[in-house]
């Protein structure tokens, strides 16, 4: 269980809010991409990012040569909130007012420091690559020493975190519930379709056998 603090306690619909570990790791596990912001120059920045959890710490993949990734190493650390959200159902309500959709979404605050080993780099790599494709990382070439020097890996450990979830059907006002408009949920699935072989792939290497089980594609 996470503690609430002053940056994760919301002002509007605190009823979705949840603290608990699971829950944020369990969002976390599933989106792909997270949305970083930082102040730099009395203005405001925000990037999409890859992203893996491992543990109870984030690392974000940047490059070496991003403006983040320079500031982080020159002040030994960068102010951050990191945000995920998953999209699950369009919420049609009878009154234009309370639309809404039904999401999962995860915000954490903290200072994000650079992984400076080598090797500790290369694990979270590999982690990330496994996150993104499980089994992938046992069947390409790892990195070279000089494309780990042009990649960054930022940690911000999991401390000001929570969840905000929404869930269940419009949530119309009793006098509307009378009116002849359609009412419910819209679904909403993020879905991976078949492998495309790039271009250059020389003949004769199969699908793998990982990729095969994610997209019920047949080798060949």
């Known amino acids: 269980m996470y503690e609430p603090t002053g940056a994760t306690t919301p002002s509007r619909h605190a009823e979705r809010v949840s ?4 829950s944020v790791h369990q969002i976390l596990d599933e989106a792909l991409v997270c949305h970083v912001a930082f102040v730099v120059d009395d203005r405001p920045q925000v990037l999409p990012m890859l992203f893996v959890r491992v543990g109870s710490t984030l690392f974000l993949h940047a490059s070496s040569g991003a403006h ?4 982080a190493a ?3 650390g960068l102010e951050v909130a990191v945000e ?3 999209l699950d159902a369009l919420v049609l309500a009878r009154s234009a007012f309370n639309h809404s959709v039904n999401y999962r979404a995860v915000v954490a605050h903290g200072t994000a420091t650079l992984v400076q080993g080598a090797e500790d780099k290369a694990k979270v790599l590999e982690s990330l690559m496994e996150k993104i494709v499980s089994g992938r990382s046992g069947s390409v070439r790892g990195p ?8 960054a890996v930022l940690a911000l450990p999991l401390a000001e975190v929570s969840a905000k979830i929404r869930t269940g059907p419009p949530a119309d006002e009793a006098e509307d519930l009378i009116l002849d408009y359609w009412a419910g949920l819209v679904p909403v699935r993020e879905v991976r379709g078949a492998p495309e072989p790039a271009p250059d792939l020389a003949a004769g290497i199969a699908l793998p056998s990982y990729l095969q089980a994610t997209t019920g594609v047949p080798g060949g």
């Open 68 to 71: 983040m990734a320079r500031i």
């Open 144 to 151: 070279a020493a000089a494309e780990l020097r042009q990649t």
């Open 74 to 76: 020159r002040k030994g």
């Open 19 to 22: 603290y608990d570990a699971a």
């Open 84 to 86: 995920v959200s998953i």
